[in-house]
């Protein structure tokens, strides 16, 4: 990961228009990591990552910004909510789940590229195998002309296979019965350990079966058992966790649900007040243990989100306020940007429609004063109503398209054309009754 910031804020102004702000703050926080990294050890260990706080009103592009980084990156993320953890020693999931989370995904992002190393090894495998099925090896004293004519056999057999044309013919394979690895991720390493253990013991984890399959299943099937077995598990392990050490990401939405807003005076919920607290040591750098080992916290970068309606950044604990030093605000979404998300954006909402539409075999369009007209509209009724931001587009090209989506089927071969006119004749009706807007958009 060495993009530099100007790179990674290019990247996700093809996806998101806007919030200059946040997404400059976030390149520069990815940056640095990778700056740290250029660094003599002793000063590496120094270097704190700075945690940042991303406030703005629901809609305008919080989750959106950390589902693109986390496309882009090949670093180790999760997006979590803050509102689904509770204390420790409560029943639920505890704080330290994420950063569990968050190895599996490092573990598997890893797993994942030395499978894509691997690519040649593991399709050698499977080929190996399905044809070891479908043309058994000759018995030991063959002559040199059988093994000749053998030889000639499974040259074919070989091209046969890689046309795919042996797809659809029938091999039995063995596979593994069973759980999968059989674990929660969601339960602490020593329930874990137990689990484990008990699928050890049963030996159904390991255990393999005889099945039918076509060889276009035992494929897939195949190149699974290659790449586990070809894999070098404790290589990944340690890679995985030194990943998450050195450039985890943890998303941590809707933070501002566990903030205790001073306005609910009576009403304090103190449950949400210890997952604040359990969240310091986390946030600030301290030993988690995972099923894959230990990792420490100290270095991963955490984004917090909220959209603060009903509490305030100050309404967290001081200490979790503190460590998230760097504060971006995302702006409310106007007429001019909602018409950008409608039509920039690299799989921008109309570009959605039109593919969706296409399927059918309709063409849609949209002219121009069209879509002024539903970012317009949608604007309006964020006013009017509540700023939902951006989703109010799709609320309101829902309605727009109604009836064209129910009837594309008799209109196939068409070409079809939203014009002002019908977006206004759609909702104009809507948008004048307040109440009724409420409801329809
Ligand atoms: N600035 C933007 N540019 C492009 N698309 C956007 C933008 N803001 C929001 N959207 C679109 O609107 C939808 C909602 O956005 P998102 O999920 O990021 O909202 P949010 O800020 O996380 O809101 P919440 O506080 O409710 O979680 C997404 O489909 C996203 O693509
Ligand atoms: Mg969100």
């Not at 002024?372 to 587009?393: P, Q, V, Y």
């Amino acid at each position: 990961m060495n993009l530099t910031p100007k790179e990674i804020v290019k990247y996700l102004d093809e996806y998101i228009i806007g919030q200059k702000d946040a997404k400059k703050a976030i390149a520069i926080a990815l940056r640095n990591r990778y700056r740290r990294m250029q660094l003599p050890k002793e000063m590496q260990d120094e270097i704190m990552p700075k945690n940042i706080l991303m406030i703005g009103s629901t809609g305008v592009g919080k989750t959106e910004i950390a589902r693109r980084l986390a496309k882009m990156l090949s670093l180790p993320f999760v997006k979590v909510e803050a509102s689904k953890y509770t204390e420790v020693g409560f029943v639920g999931r505890d704080v330290e789940s994420m950063i569990r989370d968050l190895v599996a995904a490092s573990i598997n992002l890893v797993k994942k590229e030395h499978k894509e190393k691997n690519k040649e090894a593991i399709e050698k495998y499977v080929q190996k195998k399905i044809l070891e099925k479908l043309l058994p090896p000759l018995p030991k004293g063959a002559t040199a002309e059988k093994r000749a004519d053998y030889d000639k056999s499974y040259e074919r057999m070989v091209e046969k296979f890689k046309r795919g044309d042996l797809d659809d013919l029938k091999i039995e394979i063995e596979v593994n019965k069973g759980l999968g690895d059989g674990v929660d991720n969601s339960l602490p390493p020593e329930i874990i350990k137990v689990q484990e253990s008990f699928v050890k013991i049963l030996g159904s984890g390991r255990e393999k079966i005889k099945k039918e399959v076509s060889v276009k299943e035992a494929k897939e099937i195949l190149k699974n058992e290659a790449s586990e077995t070809l894999l070098d598990m404790d290589a990944v392990k340690s890679e995985a966790l030194k990943r998450v050490e050195n450039g985890g990401i943890v998303f941590l939405d809707e933070i501002d649900k566990i903030a205790v807003s001073q306005k609910s005076g009576s009403r304090q919920d103190p449950s949400k007040e210890g997952v604040q607290r359990d969240l310091l040591p986390i946030v600030e750098g301290s030993t988690i243990n995972t099923k894959y080992g230990t990792v420490k916290s100290d270095h991963i970068l955490f984004i917090a989100a909220g959209a603060f309606h009903l509490s305030k950044p100050s309404d967290l604990i001081p200490e979790l306020q503190g460590r998230f030093p760097l504060r971006v605000e995302l702006n409310p979404l106007d007429e001019e940007i909602l018409y950008q998300i409608l039509t920039r954006p690299k799989n921008s909402l109309l570009k959605q429609y039109h593919a969706l539409l296409k399927t059918e075999g309709v063409e849609l369009e949209f002219e121009d004063d069209a879509i002024r007209a539903m970012a317009k509209i949608s604007h309006i009724t964020n006013e009017k109503t509540e700023d939902i931001g951006a989703r109010r587009l799709h609320t309101v090209i829902e309605k727009v398209l109604e009836e064209i989506s129910f009837e594309a089927d008799e209109h196939k071969g068409e070409k079809i054309t939203v014009t002002k006119e019908l977006v206004h004749e759609r909702l104009d009706e809507v948008v004048e009754d307040e109440e009724s807007s409420r409801y329809i958009l």
